[in-house]
């Protein structure tokens, strides 16, 4: 096989596994289901949540151009999927003491700077968190769990 048809041949596969793959979806918002709706979220708590953390745990993702591209589209489709399975502002449909936990979760997850993840920071810039930030946000779980489980 020449270089050429090997060449013609490897944009072909990359041409044809465009049309494969995962959906980027943006389902519809239920007001009344979301995190917001259960808990207070301060202003300031809640452009951390909408800057760091929205694209992967909330029905409100801006997909980057590059998810529009196989194959890394599969990993970021995967990762925002993966993300909302794990925690969905946008669709709090857990039981106060699950809620709770995944509240109190968030705090751990930002101050052990496991999230945002790298990746997600590599490409959005803004969103690693400052120390005033984590700090913030941290004070605002232990609040909110509390709101929804009282004694938590």
Sequence with gaps: MTLKAV????????????LLGPARTNPAIAPAQ????????PDDVQKVLAR??????SHETHWPWYSYVAP??????????????????????YTPEEGAELIDGICKQVRRKRM???????MHRDSP?????????CA???????QLVPSH
């Design 116 to 122: 945002p993840l790298t990746a997600y920071t590599w």
């Design 52 to 57: 760091s953390c929205a694209d992967c745990h």
């Design 140 to 146: 605002w779980s232990k609040d909110a769990a509390e």
């Design 34 to 41: 979301t995190l917001a709706s259960k808990v207070q979220i």
């Design 72 to 93: 890394v589209s599969w990993g970021v489709i995967g990762d925002v999927n993966n993300g909302r399975d794990h925690m969905n502002l946008s669709d709090w449909h």
């Design 7 to 18: 060449l013609g041949l490897g944009l072909l596969v990359l041409a044809g596994i465009q």
């Design 129 to 137: 968190l400052s120390d005033a930030e984590i700090k913030v946000v």
